[in-house]
T-cell receptor, first 113, second 115 residues
Framework: DTAVSQTPKYLVTQMGNDKSIKCEQNLGHDTMYWYKQDSKKFLKIMFSYNNKELIINETVPNRFSPKSPDKAHLNLHINSLELGDSAVYFC????????????FGNGTRLTVT | AQTVTQSQPEMSVQEAETVTLSCTYDTSESDYYLFWYKQPPSRQMILVIRQEAYKQQNATENRFSVNFQKAAKSFSLKISDSQLGDAAMYFCAYRAETSGSRLTFGEGTQLTVNP
């Protein structure tokens, strides 16, 4: 199936650990994103890559590091996890043009204990 | 900066009735796109409908339609003949060619459908 797939679906870990979330899209899109959805369901952009180049880097702690090995993949690595990092993280992709809707993965629920 | 506001945190509707969800936005751009996304309890983000700002005609997709008022910067979603499966969080979103083409979301409206 054509889609945006991210793994894992759930991630439970302790404070101080390092973890990664992987994302892949096979839609032929050239732009990929990471969004964070907090406990109030608000969706906020974290990063965006266009053809492997970082184009959006919001005010995110530098413990968060995105990596795009190619335009079909955008992974998110998080160092020294904190309680406040608990949230749902969504990967998305689209074409560059603004009329192209974003297609989202199913989200990764990260719980930091 | 562009902002999107959904002033109704929660709405409810009876099955088979019609409900309208409100959305307003602020922008200085003339060319942009507006979207409604649905997020059911499964957590998926599903595109419901899209509107181009340069089009005067309101978009429709089956039971879903929008009322786009460009001058008022308003973009409401109307759901007709509501079904139990329509129960979800609904997000209004804005995207323009500037700002890195990011999709900016409103706070969301939780829709309950009562049988």
């Amino acid at each position: 199936d054509t889609a945006v797939s991210q793994t894992p679906k759930y991630l439970v870990t302790q404070m101080g650990n390092d973890k990664s979330i992987k994302c892949e899209q096979n839609l032929g899109h050239d732009t990929m994103y990471w969004y964070k959805q907090d406990s109030k369901k608000f969706l906020k952009i974290m990063f965006s890559y266009n053809n492997k180049e970082l184009i959006i880097n919001e005010t995110v702690p530098n413990r968060f590091s995105p990596k795009s090995p190619d335009k079909a993949h955008l992974n998110l690595h998080i160092n020294s996890l904190e309680l406040g990092d608990s949230a749902v993280y969504f990967c998305a992709s689209s074409l560059t043009q603004a009329n192209s809707p974003l297609h989202f993965g199913n989200g990764t629920r990260l719980t930091v204990t | 900066a562009q902002t999107v506001t959904q002033s109704q945190p929660e709405m409810s509707v009876q099955e088979a009735e019609t409900v309208t969800l409100s959305c307003t936005y602020d922008t200085s751009e003339s060319d942009y796109y507006l979207f409604w996304y649905k997020q059911p309890p499964s957590r998926q983000m599903i595109l419901v409908i899209r509107q181009e700002a340069y089009k005067q005609q309101n978009a429709t997709e089956n039971r879903f339609s929008v009322n786009f008022q460009k001058a008022a910067k308003s973009f409401s979603l109307k759901i007709s003949d509501s079904q139990l499966g329509d129960a979800a969080m609904y997000f209004c979103a804005y995207r323009a060619e500037t700002s890195g083409s990011r999709l900016t979301f409103g706070e969301g409206t939780q829709l309950t459908v009562n049988p």
